[in-house]
């Protein structure tokens, strides 16, 4: 047993894959190949090593299969750690990855660009205010991973609304640790390989009072897709497609697709009016019991013999 993880008996873990480099793909011998295994409640980190051979491959094991870890092999190269998709040894000990790629490392270039941008946005809650999840699909056009020059000049930034509050990175391909918010701009600057889309994933709340949300577009994207669990908004955008409504869940989402946006073009959402609550009115109701103490207090004061 390994770290409160289920075993597979004494059985071995084996996985083997290949090192391939750059967009021709060639096989990279001679570099490390690391076996890490993750797992949630402890007993994490690497477990076994070795060169590559001459067509990029390695074989790497382990002593016991854990059905509760998931096993992940990476590779540095120049200064950059890739790692292959993960592994769950569930009824096997046995797996083969795919390669794992790997690329020189620039910080100039074309610009990295968003592929493509989700937008989901809850119904609001009890104090009317409304999360909204965004996931950013970004692509790197280069030849070799995109890493920031500095700490001023990230490798991709993006605008979001004005009226954003509590920002908070989410689990995605690029590391939260690489990201922050400057004023109403996200700033990326973790590497960025070239090839494949990296999934981006960061949320924030809307405050009760905005009844217009604009979606900022300041650079051109593939796409930009929109779920609305109020079913009832209305979106505002160029080419604005209606999808339906989709089922997430056990909730209901209204979808909206606009493609091949423009940098300056206008994505609106307008939500309806709210109706009376007693959490709207709560604030009034405090200032309310706040004047008449005060008023007490001052009655009581003047009334007080000398």
Known sequence: MLGGGGTLG?????????????????PLAGTWAILHRVHMRGASGPVDSMRTGPQGDYRLSASRVDTAAVYVVSSLYRGIAYFSEPARMRGTNAATLKPILVYDTTSTGPPIHAARRLVTIARPGKDGTRAVLELLALQNPGTATRVAPDTTHPTWAGVVPHDAIQFEVGEGDVSADAVGLRGDTVAVFGPIP????????????????????????????????????????????????SVGVQAIEQRRFAGYRAAALQRGAVVSVTFPATGFSVQTMLPYVIALVALALVVGLVIALRKRPR
């Open 194 to 241: 070239p090839d494949d889309q990296k999934q981006l994933t960061y949320s924030y709340v809307l405050p009760a009072t905005t009844r217009r949300l604009l979606i900022p577009i300041d650079q051109p994207i593939g796409e930009v897709d929109l779920l609305l669990e109020d079913t009832t908004a209305t979106v505002a955008a160029p080419g604005l497609e």
């Open 10 to 26: 004494a059985q071995q873990v084996v996985i083997s894959g290949r090192v391939l480099y750059g967009l021709n793909r060639r």
